[in-house]
């Protein structure tokens, strides 16, 4: 993907440590094993394809009140690791 049109919100490649690496806003998203660049490239194109489009995944609300719950207690955890 061209420099001049990634938006800061979109998936990129990046090296790290020698390794694909796909982030969104500087941050890892996922490493590629094998050094796999074509994988990485791919995987990158789809996400950002997908982004932005609704998930096939649908939640009750029970569910999502229980996975905002086990997100916070997670975060809270790793806050005071």
């Known amino acids: 993907m061209?420099?001049?049109?990634?938006?800061?919100?979109?998936?990129?490649?990046?090296?790290?440590?020698?390794?694909?690496?796909?982030?969104?806003?500087g941050r890892n998203v996922l490493s590629v094993w094998d050094q796999d660049w074509d994988l990485a490239v791919e995987?990158?194109?789809?996400?950002?394809?997908?982004?932005g489009q609704q998930p096939k995944l649908l939640l009750t609300k029970s569910d999502r009140k229980w996975l905002k719950a086990i997100d916070h207690a997670f975060k809270v955890k790793v806050q005071h690791a």
Do not use: F, W
């Open 43 to 51: 995987l990158c194109e789809l996400l950002n394809k997908r982004e």
């Open 2 to 25: 061209h420099r001049d049109k990634v938006s800061k919100h979109m998936y990129v490649t990046k090296s790290v440590d020698g390794l694909p690496a796909i982030q969104r806003n």
